[in-house]
């Protein structure tokens, strides 16, 4: 039997909601592919600066 492997350019892609940039599935986020809305922790932390910021304004 060959196992057939998946190309990159196959996998789930999504935008990430505070640069925009593209990002591909990755393993690490199959469980929770759903939630995943930005492509970095730095981009997490800046939706999260953004949003205290716009609150306390």
Known sequence: MSKRRTRKQDLPKKICATCGREM???RKWAKVWDQVRHCSERCRQTARAARRK???A
Do not use: A, D, N, P
Request: charged share 50%; aromatic share 16%.
């Open 24 to 26: 591909t599935w990755r």
């Open 54 to 56: 716009k609150e306390s």
